[in-house]
């Protein structure tokens, strides 16, 4: 099974135009459509799943309500002819709204969180593959490795997400409990900025050791709540200077030694040159006698 | 230093012994001049969402720390000049550490621009330069080797850097891991401890040597000669000549050297562009981050080997002597990897296109300043490679931001390798066609000077011939040694020698 996100963000040079690609793989091919869900709620989005021979998945994310084409396309060389198609989510088994001779087509209407889900197109004929259109609220993007800062220092955590949601919240994770940063109106040491609608600042100021743990940011859309997880972590100071210090170490060690090495090596020359011009002397005083 | 007893003669480099522990200390300097600036590129998604800026002003921080360290390089040289190698690597080492450490309580993100920009940079300048530099003063006969060696320093300390760093910020966030990055820059003082200094080729030496030089015979073959021409013509020119005592201004006379110097700054209008966007080319066909990133790695690794075996290449008896037409072809083959580039489309093609670029690459870095060296000689090398680096550096500067807005223009990533590949190409075109002219000048002058040392040489042993005998044939017998031991590598420091 191969999942693909259609909501995921290009990150690359190009931003401004998504550039419809194809991607070969062995058994399938996926198109990737613009994400539906940026267009107002009047209009339909549309998405598709090519199938040949494997199963295959599709995220889809949905800001706020709206009606999604979903199709399941069998492509023509794939070795299945004729299969039977159902459309199910969950158990509950959904009717066509169209069809063609090769591809079906439902039309879910999403107005609130239950019409979220997974619906799938089961196509059965010598063999039975499947595909699954996920719906879902927008992910939210943080930092999944810990935040790493240090005691009177500030920590910056920052949510972002592609769509710009009704409301952020962030909230404190008291062991179970989850405390909304909101409450605890201390301005001089929680600060929340929202630079632009679909990002969120959290920053705490004169960071301590009892500051880290769990920290946790909401995004709140029409269709339902996004969450995700940040770990803070607060050092002290001594962290990193131990290794410095051991650096440091070692960078004088070698340099007293190189030094010591060249004075030794010097100090050898110069002796055995003292030896060598003190028998040059003896030779010219020889050669000055004999020839006397 | 030479003994006045023995001023008639300066040593030649002695190629070998300590010199191979001075590569080892270049190696490392060299090392964290150019991977460095590179390896700070993980830390900036994390500065950026500290301080909330754009994406634009933290890669200012890379730019301005190029800059620097391109831009510095005639204040590295007027210090190596005075100075020696030596005290200004260690110096540098110094203030590499110390930038980098008060970078780690830094509060704004001008004080980084400052911190790692400029104080990190100026260091890694007064790294790099004095590094080449000494590997000229300690070889001759060895000297592409000990480039090659030296120069892979760079891909080595970058493989090495990489996930380093990525260590560093995993534990210790990015204050941390720039302290820690302090103490490990003051490595290079290490480095820079190993570079002892030495006589041969110290283009300040003292004037017993200078006087013997004179007297004896003209075209005297080592790296003192234009110390002996400017002692000849010293008396009118004394503040000039102080100014090209510290700089060598008089190389921008010297037709090699104005080769070298257009030919590289055209070079590098599209050297570093295509590694730049290399992964992000391969993330836009559809490749996933890592593959991505996989392919920088095979760069990298192919970079490591390429050096030293072109080093060894270019060493080899049929290649020293030309070696300016494969620095050339280098340079071609280079682009021609480019422009071939938009037509590998899926990953296998990417790969074989990252090794051969990897190759091309390591071949041209590894003979970059030997060739330089080559045209011009160890003595004024010092300058030369100041001058030549602040020229480099607009173009260096540009090339990235060129292709990146060629990307925007087009939304398509070919026109700019076709950019980088066709202004390579052309580089290398016209640096082999230019050093074929150079070559057959130098060949003609080498002609002319030699009919006038014969004629000089009947003109002397007849008048002197009566007189002190024994004293002539000592006189003699030293001087011609170098010229008949060293073969072609000194005909070739001789060559650029003379060309005032």
Request: with cysteine; net charge negative; glycine share 2%.
């Given at each position: 099974m191969t999942t693909q996100d259609s909501s995921q963000p290009e990150v690359n040079f190009v931003t401004?135009?998504?550039?419809?690609?194809?991607?070969?793989g062995p058994n399938f091919s996926v198109q990737e459509l613009k994400p539906g869900g940026k267009e107002n709620s009047r209009s339909v989005s549309e998405h598709e799943i090519v199938l040949i021979g494997a199963s295959?998945?599709?995220?889809?994310?949905?800001?706020?309500?709206?009606?999604?084409?979903?199709?399941?396309?069998?492509?023509?060389?794939?070795r299945l002819k004729d299969p039977q198609v159902t459309w199910k989510k969950g158990s509950e088994t959904i009717s066509h709204t169209s069809k063609t001779q090769n591809s079906w087509t439902i039309q879910v209407t999403v107005s609130d969180s239950s019409q979220l889900g997974s619906y799938t197109c089961i196509l059965k004929a010598e063999e039975e593959i499947s595909a699954t259109f996920h719906l879902q609220v927008p992910k939210l993007e943080g930092k999944e490795k810990p935040v790493i800062t240090y005691e009177r220092d500030k920590a910056v955590m920052v949510c972002k997400t592609e769509y710009n949601p009704k409301a952020w919240t962030w909230y404190l994770a008291n062991g179970t409990e989850l405390v909304p940063i909101d409450r605890i109106l201390r301005t001089d040491k929680f600060q929340i900025k929202r630079p632009s609608p679909s990002v969120n600042r959290l920053e705490i100021l004169k960071l301590t050791k009892q500051d880290g743990g769990v920290y946790l940011c909401e995004a709140t859309f029409e269709l339902g709540n996004s969450q995700i997880k940040f770990e803070l972590k607060v050092l002290s100071i001594w962290a990193p200077l131990m290794p410095f210090i051991a650096?440091?170490?070692?960078?004088?060690?070698l340099f007293t030694a190189i030094v010591l090495y060249e004075v030794y090596s010097k100090r050898k020359g110069k002796e055995s040159k003292k030896e060598f011009d003190q028998i040059e002397q003896l030779k010219s005083k020889d050669s000055t006698e004999t020839q006397q | 230093m030479p003994a006045p007893t023995q001023a008639g003669r300066a040593p030649g480099p002695p190629d070998g012994g300590w010199g191979w522990v001075v590569v080892f200390g270049a190696f490392i300097s060299i090392g964290f001049a150019y991977a460095f600036p590179k390896g700070l590129a993980i830390f900036f998604k994390e500065i950026q969402n500290f301080f909330g800026t754009s994406y634009s002003e933290i890669a200012w921080i890379s730019s301005i720390m190029l800059a620097t360290t391109y831009g510095a390089g005639p204040i590295s040289s007027i210090l190596v000049n005075r100075y020696g190698s030596r005290p200004v690597v260690m110096f540098g080492g110094l203030l590499c550490g110390v930038g980098m450490i008060s970078a780690a309580f830094c509060t704004s993100i001008l004080q980084l621009y400052i911190c790692v920009g400029f104080i990190t940079g100026f260091g890694l300048a007064l790294n790099l330069q004095p590094s080449v530099i000494i590997i000229g003063k300690y070889f001759l006969k060895r000297r592409p080797i000990a480039n090659g060696l030296a120069m892979a320093g760079s891909p080595v300390m970058l493989c090495t850097l990489a996930p380093l760093n990525q260590f560093l910020f995993d534990n210790f966030g990015w204050r941390g891991s720039f302290l820690i990055l302090g103490a490990i820059l003051l490595n290079c003082c290490v480095a820079g401890a190993l570079f002892r200094p030495i006589g041969a080729g110290t283009a300040l030496a003292k004037t017993p040597v200078n006087e013997e030089g004179k007297d004896a015979l003209k075209g005297k073959i080592t790296e003192d000669g234009p110390m002996e021409k400017k002692t000849e013509e010293e008396e009118g020119k004394?503040?000039?000549?102080?100014?090209n005592q510290y700089l060598d201004f008089s190389l921008f006379k010297h037709r090699g050297f104005l080769i070298y110097l257009i030919g590289n700054v055209l070079m590098f209008l599209g050297f570093f562009a295509p590694i730049v966007f290399l992964a992000p080319y391969a993330k836009h066909t559809g490749?996933?981050?890592?593959?991505?990133?996989?392919?920088?790695?095979?760069?990298?690794?192919?970079?490591?080997?390429?050096?030293p075996a072109t080093g060894i290449v270019a060493n080899s008896r049929w290649v020293r002597p030309r070696i300016q037409y494969f620095f050339s072809f280098a340079i071609a083959f280079n682009g021609a990897c480019h422009l071939l580039c938009p037509l590998a489309s899926s990953y296998t093609g990417l790969l074989v296109y990252s090794s051969f670029f990897g190759l091309a690459f390591g071949m041209v870095c590894a003979m970059l300043f030997e060739t330089l060296m080559d045209l011009v000689g160890a003595a004024r090398f010092t300058s030369a490679v100041g001058l030549v680096t602040i020229a480099e550096c607009c173009t260096i500067l540009l090339g990235p931001p060129i292709g990146g807005i060629l990307i925007d223009t087009f939304g398509d990533y070919k026109y700019m390798f076709i950019k980088c590949g066709a202004v390579m190409v052309l580089a290398g075109t016209f640096l082999f066609i230019m050093n074929y002219y150079n070559y057959r000048m130098l060949a003609k002058e080498e002609k002319e000077r030699k009919k006038k040392e014969e004629h000089l040489k009947s003109v002397r042993t007849e008048n002197e011939g009566k007189k002190n005998w024994n004293k002539d044939s000592t006189q003699d017998g030293p001087e011609l040694e170098p010229l008949r031991e060293n073969g072609e590598g000194v005909k070739k420091e001789m060559n650029g020698t003379n060309e005032v």
């Open positions: 401004k135009t998504q550039v419809g690609s194809e991607s070969s295959l998945e599709k995220k889809i994310s949905l800001p706020s309500p709206t009606k999604v084409d979903l199709t399941c396309k069998l492509d023509d060389s794939s650096i440091v170490a070692e960078v004088a060690i | 004394d503040c000039f000549e102080k100014v490749i996933d981050e890592y593959s991505a990133a996989f392919l920088l790695s095979i760069l990298a690794v192919v970079d490591m080997v390429a050096r």
